[in-house]
């Protein structure tokens, strides 16, 4: 299919199954439920009616806050977490309609109703299955739809500024320089593993932990992250996203970052190209 006709599918085809429990749930079962499905994110409901979604980038930010620093995991309900109120598409909406509202909401997924009852997710890889098997793609440059990462970091940086950095760019991941070339990444899934890990193993040992304060980079680094040259093809970024299912691929010229594509580049290529 075209990719300028991708827009036209019904969201209900282009969706994927994606776990969804009641927002009185622990945070330590949405945890357990991202696990057990190999997701970042967590749809909630309330009688069965979609209320809100969980993402690992939502966990991240609001662990260690005043509210949540001094209580366990499996106290703390899923609804604090959580972003409300939720934007969705029903299951006759198209894929256009869906990928408009995740580009003005900068969103990386959209929840698929029936009813108002969850169904079904559209994320950034099921995006990027669509566009890696789309002709079109393969004309498209990754130079057109990345975007150039607005800050990087070094291996002795603190994680506590990289989950600052994160935030306050509103980035998904965040090159990892050193002497000039690319080492790797740091992101929201390598940040939110040790925050987690650190406050769910803290309560019991706490004399065995290293404070958050003294992590740096280097102890939580992805050094293989996805990567694409400049000249490479959307089609292969996306296909690349697809397979590994990590959040970003970076566009690499001679050791050197110059761009990022995440789920939200392929909304929006998807948008450009069909709206």
């Not at 958050?212 to 296909?239: F, T």
Request: charged content about 25%.
């Amino acid at each position: 299919m075209a990719l300028e006709d991708l827009g036209l599918r019904r969201a209900a085809e282009a969706m994927a199954s994606y776990p969804h429990i009641d927002k009185d749930y622990s945070l330590s079962e949405v945890l357990k439920q991202m696990d057990k499905a190999k997701t970042d994110r967590v749809m909630l409901t309330e009688d069965g009616v979609l209320r809100g979604i969980v993402t690992l980038r939502d966990i991240l930010f609001k662990l260690g806050t005043v509210r949540t620093k001094q209580v366990s995991p499996s106290a703390l309900h899923a609804s604090s977490f959580m972003s409300e109120p939720v934007v969705s598409v029903g299951e006759e909406d198209t894929l256009l309609k869906a990928v408009s509202e995740m580009d003005k909401g900068g969103f990386t997924s959209i929840p698929v109703t029936r009813e108002g009852e969850p169904v079904g997710m559209i994320t950034r890889y099921e995006l990027a299955r669509l566009i890696a098997e789309s002709p079109r793609a393969s004309d498209i440059s990754v130079r057109d739809v990345m975007r150039t990462p607005k800050v990087s970091v070094g291996l002795q940086a603190r994680i506590l500024h990289v989950r600052q950095l994160i935030q306050q760019h509103d980035m998904s991941v965040i090159p990892v320089v050193e002497d000039g070339r690319m080492a790797g990444v740091i992101g929201v899934d390598e940040l939110a593993t040790v925050f987690i890990k650190y406050y769910e193993l803290a309560r019991g040992e706490p004399k065995r932990i290293t404070p958050l304060k003294y992590v740096v980079v280097a102890d939580a680094i992805r050094l293989r992250p996805p990567r694409v040259g400049p000249e490479s093809s959307l089609a292969e970024a996306a296909d690349l996203m697809a397979r590994t299912r990590y959040r970003a691929v970076v566009v690499v010229d001679q050791d050197k970052p110059v761009g990022i594509v995440t789920g939200l580049e392929l909304a929006r290529a998807i948008l450009r190209v069909g709206g």
